[in-house]
């Protein structure tokens, strides 16, 4: 199974389910992976292209992990834990 538009900070605040839950307790099958929301999925099909083309941004890398998973290969999880903000973010918001 493949989780998409997660996101963390939604998660940890109880607005949508967790990883585990979604895998283990819910569907109950194995997670092949997991591409948190990201632009520039809509930019990529907006410029009518596969994200895994846009290997600098977060949604391609993950996409890029699931194939390799597919194929065998063992990588970790990545992008799925909630960023910590900046000091200035904090101060300031954001």
Same mark, same amino acid.
């Given at each position: 199974?493949?989780?998409?538009?997660?996101?963390?900070?939604?998660?940890?605040?109880?607005?949508?389910?967790?990883?585990?839950?979604?895998?283990?307790?819910?569907?109950?099958? %194995? /997670?092949?992976?997991?591409?948190?929301?990201?632009? $520039?999925? &809509?930019?990529?099909?907006?410029? !009518?292209?596969?994200?895994?083309?846009?290997?600098?941004?977060?949604?391609?890398?993950?996409?890029?992990?699931?194939?390799?998973?597919?194929?065998?290969?063992?990588? %970790? /999880?990545?992008?799925?834990?909630?960023?910590?903000? $900046?000091? &200035?973010?904090?101060?300031?918001? !954001?």
């Amino acid at each position: 199974m493949v989780i998409t538009r997660y996101n963390a900070e939604r998660a940890a605040a109880n607005e949508m389910m967790d990883i585990d839950t979604i895998s283990n307790d819910i569907l109950k099958v %194995p /997670l092949l992976g997991v591409v948190p929301e990201s632009h $520039s999925v &809509l930019e990529a099909s907006n410029h !009518g292209e596969p994200v895994i083309h846009y290997t600098d941004s977060v949604a391609g890398q993950c996409y890029d992990d699931i194939v390799a998973r597919f194929l065998g290969e063992e990588r %970790p /999880l990545r992008h799925i834990d909630v960023k910590k903000k $900046s000091l &200035l973010q904090r101060w300031f918001g !954001g």
